[in-house]
């Protein structure tokens, strides 16, 4: 997330990311501010590496304490993120906005432009080459069905996966494409904001209105 945005974790789930800084600063006996809000208020690049050493000195039920808050803020971060997006997307299909809406999505997703191009790199560590088409193009001869997020609660990481599904308008032919977003401290827990970066679970080859090349 971008500098100056709120905390995702503390606007989405307050009482799971304070009980996190609980178990934190547990026995430390005043070295940090008492409530969380206060500590993200104020604290500077020393005070979140202090606490970030103070985390990785956690040990025995401490740790497991810690590990397990934080587990359980992720998962409800995650459901509460995928319930969010849901609820956006839908109700933003539903508005005048929709084909800007999906203009926007096919640009960010897809690398879709209003003029089409030669996209060409490694994947999983395999050449290729595809011709990706101009939006117009892309409208004329496919239609975006609909995105689903959601939420895999086994794991241990605020983690959303999304379907992305298209349809062929000619043969009414649909295919899913699959990305996952995780949403995580880059510079270590407490260290600013949290970030969120999406992630393909395909290779470019595999989109059905991409030419391929090779």
Known sequence: ??????????????HGFE???QAAIIGTKGQFPSKVIAFETKADRADRKRLQKTIEAL????RLNYDTKYVAMCRKVAQESANIFN?????????????SIVEIIMK??????????????????????????ALGEWKRRWRLNG?????????SQSVVDFVVRVEKIKTKAETSLRFHSENRWSHGKFCGNPEAKLY???????????????
Request: glycine fraction near 8%; hydrophobic fraction near 35%; charged fraction near 25%.
């Open 108 to 133: 960010y997703l897809f690398r879709i432009n209003a003029v089409g191009y030669i996209l060409t790199g490694t994947d999983l560590g395999t050449s290729f080459a595809v011709r990706v088409p």
């Open 1 to 14: 997330m971008s500098k100056g945005t709120a905390n995702w974790y503390m606007t989405i789930d307050k």
């Open 59 to 62: 040990s025995g039920n401490k």
């Open 19 to 21: 009980d996190l800084y």
């Open 200 to 214: 393909k679970e395909f290779t470019w080859k595999e989109v059905p209105f991409f030419e391929k090349i090779f």
């Open 147 to 155: 995105i689903t997020a959601m939420n895999d609660p086994e794991r």
């Open 87 to 99: 609820s956006n997307f839908a109700n933003g299909m539903k508005s005048k906005r929709q084909s």
